[in-house]
């Protein structure tokens, strides 16, 4: 069975641009959860969506969104990428109340 | 505190056993976790306990639950090189719904 699969691995952006980044859950999952690792921060909660409806969402700013598709599959958005946004952000799938496997990653770099 | 604790580093030699500690923040917590991360890589699942259980056992994995002092450790027995790491510990909090908290991770590294 295939994995979590992130695209794309790596992303440089400019300050004030937007990125799209894309996950793909594991067959059968309808919960993706994001996640974003930094340095300082670690591992932060951004939101979960479940049957294409936000379940749960983090402390973060309104830049970043996301939504999910009748197939499971997830995209994030974040809007007027601003320097503390370069990190490696996490996509995660579950079913039920199975622990969440996660993907490799988008790293991103925002100039 | 509102924090998932664990030591930051930890090093052993090859064929000895670790033992990674995490101190959680609520009793009421459902799951707990531990993850591995290796460079340039997303999080592997390596096991996770259930609140009402006190240990649990995996081949070379050993999970040990002290609800009391809200205490996870992982042992890793017989630890390999390829063992070098970060490891995570996280909590699925019942008020946090589905969110995972996690600690800033330990670093484990092995030298044969």
């Known amino acids: 069975k295939a994995g979590v699969t992130q695209t794309p691995r790596y992303l440089i952006k400019t300050r004030g641009q937007q990125v799209t980044l894309s996950c793909s859950p594991i067959s059968g999952h309808r919960s993706v959860s994001w996640y974003q690792q930094t340095p300082g921060q670690g591992l932060q909660f951004l939101f979960e969506?479940?049957?294409?409806?936000?379940?749960n969402k983090g402390n973060f700013p309104g830049r970043f969104s996301g939504r999910q598709f009748s197939n499971s599959r997830s995209e994030m958005n974040v809007s007027t990428l601003e320097l503390g946004d370069s990190a490696l952000y996490l996509c995660?799938?579950?079913?039920?109340?199975?622990?969440?496997?996660f993907g490799n990653g988008t790293r991103l770099t925002v100039t | 505190g509102e924090d998932v604790e664990q030591s930051l580093f930890l090093s052993v030699r090859e064929g000895d056993s670790s033992v990674i500690n995490c101190t959680y923040t609520?009793?009421?917590?459902?799951?707990l976790y531990w993850y591995k991360q290796e460079p340039g890589a997303g999080l592997q699942l390596l096991t996770y306990?259930?609140?009402?259980?006190d240990m649990k056992q995996d081949q070379r994995l050993t999970v040990l639950l002290n609800k009391k002092d809200k205490h996870l450790s992982l042992r890793i027995a017989d630890t390999q090189t390829g063992d070098s790491a970060i490891y995570f510990c996280a909590e699925k909090r019942r008020q946090a719904g589905t969110a995972l908290i996690f600690g800033k991770g330990t670093t484990l590294s092995v030298s044969s």
């Open positions: 306990i259930f609140s009402n259980m």
């Open positions: 969506y479940f049957s294409e409806t936000q379940r």
């Open positions: 995660a799938s579950s079913v039920g109340d199975s622990p969440l496997h």
């Open positions: 609520d009793s009421s917590s459902t799951y």
